[in-house]
Every structure is written in structure tokens, then in C-alpha cells.
């Protein structure tokens, strides 16, 4: 049995998505965000010193880092979900898996942060804006004429790029890179995020 700590509206909803896509038994710890600050909860800091979710606990061990729990999880259980190792499409599933932590969250976490800071933050608002226009840019532009990214069906990478993708929608971006917007609208439309968004709901 995977057991998941699951922060409300978080990047572990990724998590949920993916159990429920698979299909297999899996147990929720629900935490909440303080509803002042919207910063997790106290209690994560005594499972993990970061005090992130998401965090799974699975064969006896805590993961942690939500592209190492994606990977884990659909080595052991959908690896299906992973393209073959030595073949171009796994390079790009590597350079993506990195990419949607690494890179396009950067970004939006630096826009989250900065506008907290009002005026003061306005000299940092351009260079962020062209980042986020790049980033988005580039994963508007890679999506596949099947709808996916690397494979030609939901693949590990589609689980990991969904919430970028989702910020950029909530950020009202649709008009400006349609084809992520129809990425979201599918993944929204299938029944398997949809229960994911049922059983993480407090």
C-alpha cells in the first residue's frame, strides 16, 4: 500500500492523478495549508526536515521530490508510462521530467514571490514575464500531434508538466498558447484526474 501526504492545492495533486490513473490501492494523509499564509502546516516538518508535499511512503521507505515519486511509481506499477530506456523518446522524457521542476517552476514561483513584494519587486517583473513566455512558449510549442508529450498516450511526462501547464491557464494564458490550454482541458476531461480531485479534497 502507497501512502500519500497530500497538501491541499499542491503539486502533489499530480500524485493522486497519477495513483488514480493506475489504479492501485493507495491511502491519503491530508494536510492543509494555514488559511493566513497559505504555507503547509507543521506537522509535514515532522515526516520530512523540508516539511514539502508531496511525500509517499512506499515498501518501507519515505520518497520525496515529485518527478522521483512519478518515476518510482510507474517504474514499479504503469511502466508503460516510460519509454524505453536507450531510445531517443526516453532522453526527452528525462530532459522533460527535469525540465518541469527545474525549469518551468522557477519562473512561476519567483512571479508568486515577487508580486508579494508590490513596488519594490516591479524591476523584476519584465525578466520574469519573458521567462514565463519562453517557458510556457516552449511547452505549448513540443506537445505532440497526439496530444501528449513524448509518447502517443499519457506518459509520466504528461503527469509532471500538468501543473505548470495549469498555472499557466489560471495566469489566463489560453488565448496566447492554445494547444496547452487543449493539453489541460484533456486532462481535466479524464475521469481519472477528476477522482483524483475528489479524494484530495478536504
Known amino acids: 500500500?502507497?501512502?500519500?501526504?497530500?497538501?491541499?492545492?499542491?503539486?502533489?495533486?499530480?500524485?493522486?492523478?497519477?495513483?488514480?490513473?493506475?489504479?492501485?490501492?493507495?491511502?491519503?494523509?491530508h494536510y492543509a495549508r494555514d488559511v493566513k499564509?497559505?504555507?503547509a502546516p507543521p506537522e509535514l516538518l515532522a515526516i520530512h526536515p523540508l516539511g514539502k508535499s508531496p511525500m509517499v511512503e512506499m515498501e518501507g521507505?519515505?520518497?520525496?521530490?515529485?518527478?522521483?515519486?512519478?518515476?518510482?511509481?510507474?517504474?514499479?506499477?504503469?511502466?508503460?508510462?516510460?519509454?524505453?530506456?536507450?531510445?531517443?523518446?526516453?532522453i526527452q522524457h528525462l530532459e522533460l521530467m527535469h525540465f518541469a521542476e527545474g525549469s518551468a517552476m522557477t519562473p512561476i514561483l519567483l512571479n508568486l514571490y515577487v508580486d508579494?513584494?508590490?513596488?519594490?519587486?516591479?524591476p523584476l517583473h519584465p525578466?520574469?514575464?519573458?521567462?514565463?513566455?519562453?517557458?510556457?512558449?516552449y511547452m505549448n510549442d513540443i506537445i505532440g500531434t497526439h496530444g501528449h508529450y513524448v509518447l502517443n498516450e499519457l506518459s509520466a511526462v504528461d503527469i509532471m508538466l500538468s501543473f505548470p501547464a495549469e498555472i499557466a491557464m489560471m495566469q489566463s494564458r489560453a488565448k496566447d498558447f492554445p494547444r496547452l490550454a487543449?493539453?489541460?482541458?484533456?486532462?481535466?476531461?479524464?475521469?481519472?484526474?477528476?477522482?483524483?480531485?475528489?479524494?484530495?479534497?478536504?
Open 116 to 122: 508579494r513584494l508590490g513596488d519594490a519587486g516591479a
Open 127 to 137: 525578466r520574469i514575464q519573458q521567462q514565463l513566455e519562453s517557458h510556457y512558449g
Open 182 to 202: 487543449e493539453f489541460v482541458n484533456r486532462i481535466h476531461a479524464r475521469p481519472a484526474y477528476n477522482r483524483a480531485t475528489e479524494r484530495g479534497a478536504i
Open 61 to 90: 521507505r519515505l520518497i520525496t521530490e515529485s518527478a522521483a515519486i512519478v518515476e518510482l511509481i510507474c517504474a514499479k506499477h504503469a511502466p508503460q508510462m516510460i519509454p524505453k530506456i536507450g531510445t531517443d523518446a526516453h
Open 1 to 29: 500500500m502507497i501512502t500519500l501526504h497530500h497538501l491541499n492545492r499542491s503539486r502533489s495533486h499530480r500524485i493522486l492523478w497519477l495513483l488514480e490513473e493506475i489504479g492501485i490501492p493507495y491511502d491519503v494523509k
Open 37 to 39: 499564509t497559505n504555507l
